[in-house]
């Protein structure tokens, strides 16, 4: 074989993608996103589960897969030992079996048991919607903390599994007439090798964060208020970051193009600097795991003043995305934020004569303090702009201060959390002119000597 065959085979057997079959089901005992569908029909729902593996294939072609089939079934509650019907898995492995299937993704969680009893079934490999997502987290994580926290979530989703799997080899072993002694003593130190790791992970973790903390505390010092860029994955986050501040930020259309946050100046048209940060997209049946090891990462968003909430308006179930980052948003306690809703991807959509669209016009009754912008061409920009401004003007109050020279720990905190504008050490009293936020308000109420809030 020559040299060019041989690299030529190679290169195909490394750029082949995995041949990937997906499989939904619909279960009558429990709706999909755990509330009861808003209409009783079966159509509803039916769209639901097709709208749920539109997403999957996307999630599987970004983990490298190419989806050649899909099925799906409804059923009262999902099976035991094989999630869908035995039957039902039987005739999927024949087509997967056809046509040469790699690998089949399940839209839910499954179970251990589940997992392999399913394995054997198809045999192949089988995973669940949360192995996929935590595989693609892992292949896209940069930053030292963005790896550490993935491997977190990672060996917390397999540590039960071990113990699950635990208990079904100590049955086993006593059946074929093993001491279980032996079993039991690899599974454990494999507990303990996991647990051993986590816990490791978990100090690394620490040292990181409270250097990422010590940056952040950095940053408040210039008192600039906090705006956090959230939104559904591939609603166009960063492609705004980047076109409210000129960063560069990764930008792709995939999901999950982000992980780790990007912070950046923003200078408001008054002149304001904000702090603007683009994170981590959002997902429907986002893994509990992963929204708690993302916690830290996500802390951008519970701090922030203001939330700028995208939206990818050409987006069919584009309501449905706005519900699931909301249902984050309130896991991480950032669900009562003062939030912009920013309806993106504006260009995409097919306005009529006057600039509407049915999609749009539901979109602005829903919320009405919307913004349309498109990231990419910079329509709307200035209008988001103005909107940011109205809304983060409540953030800085406009004081005028005399502090008696001896209370310098009222001086200090007034440099830490304020503004200072103008001051004057000269006199009885220290003169200063400040911007602060509301909140540290009754901290200096007895050293005011004008308010800015109140009518002159
Ligand atoms: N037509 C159009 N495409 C846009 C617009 N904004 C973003 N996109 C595209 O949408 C895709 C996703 O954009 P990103 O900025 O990476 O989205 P994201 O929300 O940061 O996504 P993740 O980081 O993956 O969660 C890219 O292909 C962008 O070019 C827009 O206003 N109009
Ligand atoms: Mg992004």
């Known amino acids: 074989m020559g040299y060019e065959t041989l690299k030529a085979l190679i290169e195909t057997r490394k750029t082949r993608p995995e041949r990937v079959f997906i499989v939904g089901a619909e279960f009558?005992?429990?709706?999909?996103?755990?509330?009861?569908?808003v209409t009783n029909g079966q159509d509803a729902r039916s769209t639901n589960i097709r709208d749920s593996l539109a997403e999957l294939?996307?999630?599987?072609?970004?983990?490298?897969?190419?989806?050649?089939?899909?099925?799906?079934?409804?059923?009262?509650a999902p099976a035991p030992a094989t999630f869908?019907?035995?039957?039902?898995?039987?005739?999927?492995?024949?087509?997967?079996?056809?046509?040469?299937?790699?690998?089949?993704?399940?839209?839910?969680?499954l179970s251990p048991a589940q997992s392999r009893t399913l394995e054997e079934i198809f045999n192949c490999?089988?995973?669940?919607?949360?192995?996929?997502?935590?595989?693609i987290f892992a292949q896209r994580?940069?930053?030292?903390?963005?790896?550490?926290?993935?491997?977190l979530a990672q060996l917390q989703h397999l540590l039960p599994r071990l113990t699950r799997f635990w208990g079904h080899l100590s049955r086993q072993a006593g059946g074929i007439g093993m001491r279980g002694g032996e079993g039991?003593?690899?599974?454990?130190?494999?507990?303990?090798?996991?647990?051993?790791?986590?816990?490791?992970?978990?100090?690394?973790?620490?040292?990181?964060?409270?250097?990422?903390?010590?940056?952040?505390?950095?940053?408040?010092?210039?008192?600039?208020?906090?705006?956090?860029?959230?939104?559904?994955?591939?609603?166009?986050?960063s492609t705004l970051l980047n076109a409210l501040t000129g960063a560069q930020a990764f930008v792709k259309d995939i999901l999950f193009a982000t992980l780790d946050p990007t912070t950046r100046r923003l200078r408001l048209p008054t002149n304001q600097n904000v702090l603007l940060t683009d994170t981590v997209g959002f997902i429907r049946k986002l893994p509990h795991g992963l929204v708690e090891a993302f916690k830290a990462t996500l802390e951008e968003v519970v701090q922030a003043d203001l939330l700028l909430h995208v939206v990818d308006v050409s987006h069919?179930?584009?309501?449905?995305?706005?519900?699931?980052?909301?249902?984050?948003?309130?896991?991480?306690?950032?669900?009562?934020?003062?939030?912009?809703?920013?309806?993106?991807?504006?260009?995409?959509?097919?306005?009529?004569?006057?600039?509407?669209?049915?999609?749009?016009?539901?979109?602005?009754?829903?919320?009405p303090h919307a913004v349309a912008i498109s990231a990419t061409t910079g329509e709307g920009i200035a209008a988001l702009l103005?909107?940011?401004?109205?809304?983060?003007?409540?953030?800085?109050?406009?004081?005028?201060?005399r502090v008696p020279h001896e209370q310098s720990a009222v001086i200090a905190r007034l440099h830490q959390v304020g503004q200072i504008i103008e001051s004057s050490y000269r006199g009885p009293k220290a003169r200063f002119k400040v911007r602060i936020p509301p909140h540290h308000h009754d901290e200096f109420a007895a050293f005011i000597v004008r308010d800015g809030r109140k009518a002159p």
């Open 386 to 401: 103005a909107e940011i401004s109205t809304q983060l003007r409540p953030k800085r109050e406009f004081l005028e201060l």
């Open 141 to 151: 994580a940069r930053t030292r903390e963005g790896k550490l926290q993935i491997e």
């Open 316 to 367: 069919p179930q584009v309501e449905e995305q706005i519900q699931a980052v909301n249902v984050v948003l309130a896991e991480i306690g950032a669900g009562e934020k003062p939030t912009i809703m920013v309806l993106n991807k504006l260009d995409r959509l097919n306005l009529d004569g006057t600039g509407a669209n049915g999609a749009l016009n539901r979109l602005r009754e829903n919320h």
């Open 125 to 135: 490999k089988v995973l669940d919607r949360t192995a996929l997502i935590l595989d």
């Open 28 to 37: 009558k005992s429990r709706s999909r996103t755990g509330v009861p569908p």
């Open 84 to 109: 869908i019907g035995k039957g039902k898995a039987e005739e999927f492995a024949a087509f997967c079996r056809r046509n040469e299937v790699d690998t089949v993704i399940f839209d839910d969680e």
């Open 57 to 76: 294939v996307e999630l599987a072609a970004t983990a490298g897969g190419e989806v050649v089939g899909d099925g799906f079934q409804k059923l009262d």
């Open 184 to 237: 039991e003593s690899q599974l454990e130190s494999d507990r303990r090798k996991v647990q051993e790791r986590i816990d490791k992970i978990s100090r690394d973790l620490d040292t990181v964060r409270r250097q990422r903390a010590t940056q952040r505390a950095g940053r408040q010092r210039n008192n600039w208020p906090l705006a956090s860029i959230v939104g559904y994955t591939n609603a166009g986050k």
